[in-house]
């Protein structure tokens, strides 16, 4: 059985192990510790199984222009052993469910079209938003909250950590 919980002080070093395993570079599990370290990790969950933790996710905030702030989804990952039975699904449904009942009324996310989709994510483009990465398509947004979107802000910021992402 997977247990979905927010991360506590005694995982921060599996949530490294995750990120590390679940990406090419250390990039994102240094993006998680200076965002938990600046205070900005507004949801961090972890999957937990039999006592161990396998798979975290993390929401930041996004501001716009208009000075609309929504959550930005980065990262998620799952150890390898534990990749397919939908345990990055669970953490993505209960981070998007926190930030709900914190009344956050959107995210975005940068990933894969034809995965976000079945949370609801859609190209912001069709909203009016655009990303500093050049992600096309891949840049989706979600209303998480009616009438919370800012249709036509213009571009979305992540928060300043993001630059640690450069390796």
Known sequence: MTIIRPERPEDFEAIDTVHTAGFPTIAEARLVRVLREAGRLTASLVAEVEGQVVG?????????????????????????????????????EAGLSASR?????????????????????????GFGLSDAYGGGDAFQALELIPGSLPEGAGLARYAPEFASLEV
Do not use: K, N
Request: charged letters at 10%; a positive charge.
């Open 56 to 92: 975290h996710v993390a929401f930041s905030p996004v501001s716009t222009a208009t000075e609309a702030i929504g959550a930005g989804l980065a990262p998620v990952a799952v150890l390898p052993s534990h990749q397919r039975p939908g345990i990055a699904a669970q953490l993505i």
């Open 101 to 125: 009942s914190a009344g956050v009324g959107w995210a975005v996310v940068l990933g894969e079209p034809a995965y976000y989709a079945r949370f609801g994510f859609r190209p912001a483009r």
